[in-house]
């Protein structure tokens, strides 16, 4: 029994995992998503009840026995967690843990799998990815599609009499809560002068002899090929570095950031991703801005991809922040296909923070976000009280305009004659 708020380690985690490798059903399903908290299962279970995501046994298993130990516990409670880098490198560890049969299950179709129940077999289930971001509606909607694809894996295998365990898991929680001194103190710095509690690893950077010449980051750097290939690239370009950025070119006026994968996933052997930006003077603000003209995708050396960019500019000086980047229309800033190819693919970018041109000392410098100063909101509630401030204005002036009479009636004369001309 773990107490309270206890954070679980890489090597407690081996220790609480090790009685699935020794049981005698060796089939183990690790089903994997970019992030994830026990929030999202007591929050949104009890608040869309009428709605309620998880439908499959293996969630609702979960959710029942986690109700009852916050029922049964005489205070509040805090229950333990994992921590993220173990969740991290899990996938390395149950590779190294037996002699697995691993394989990957991209397409969401256990139709064709050929699983040998003599022998270990270790199946990866990366599920379509959510950002906690979005609205509760849009969170719900994504945590229910995933909650489906679980329960009709696991069913078809139930259906051919395989005996399996599972994992589900994720690479980051959804939800982190910092001390209010800390986040009073953050304001809109961002990584400029203190990384985020969540942060875990530091921003790929990439150098022309000493100097450093671009700085890239992303909580979560994620793409999907053709509604169903499903391709996350936090790990191997932020935590292992896996990745070959040796074609990215700088100047002082064009700067081209290039990463290269090999074998990212099953069916695709090399995958380029290019950011492309450019550092120009405008006279309108009389001073030079940094935009990211597009973004490319290069598939297998042959499938070219292009995508027009929206709203991503900051003065040359400044990085350039945005909580939510890609090809959904909800995201502030937009990826925009701009030919047939790229049509294929979906782009999900969580906390994008980039800087091409004068980086100073290895960071990043002041972030200029994506959100408006004057959003939607305000500016209803500007207009709303324009209208009210000139209503109020033309009450003040009628009831100042009032005047009363120069003369009045005497009870004991005769009545007052008011000529029509006074």
Known sequence: ALHEGHVVTAQELTALLQPVFTQSSRNLILFLQDTLSIDDFTYLSESYSNKNPFQNQVNKVFINLLQEILQSSPSSLVLPAVDCKATRYLLSFLQESGDWKLTNITNLDVSQLEANTSKPNLLVVRLQPHDSG???ISTLEAIAENDKIIGRLTMDLQERGIHFSVIYTAMRPSRIFRRMDVVGKLKRQLMATEEDDSLSYPPLNVTTGNFTCILFYASNFSLKANSSVFIDLTNATFVTQNVDIS???CSDINTTLSLKYTMPVNGISSLEIRFLMTNKFYDGSAR???TLDSVEIIQDGEKFSKFNVSVIS?????SFHCQ????????????I???NEAKNWDVYISRLQIQGFNI??????????CAY?????IWMGLVTSIVLLWILACGIHMIMQLTTNSRFDDPKGPSLSVPQTE
Do not use: C, I, K, M
């Open 134 to 136: 979005l609205n509760e």
């Open 247 to 249: 074609s990215s070119e």
């Open 288 to 290: 030079n801005w940094s």
């Open 314 to 318: 900051a003065p040359a000086e400044y």
């Open 324 to 335: 939510l980047v890609g090809t959904s229309n909800l995201y502030p800033a937009r990826l």
């Open 337 to 339: 296909p701009s030919n």
């Open 360 to 369: 100073e000392n290895n960071q990043f410098s002041y972030a200029s976000d």
């Open 373 to 377: 100063f004057f959003t939607p909101a």
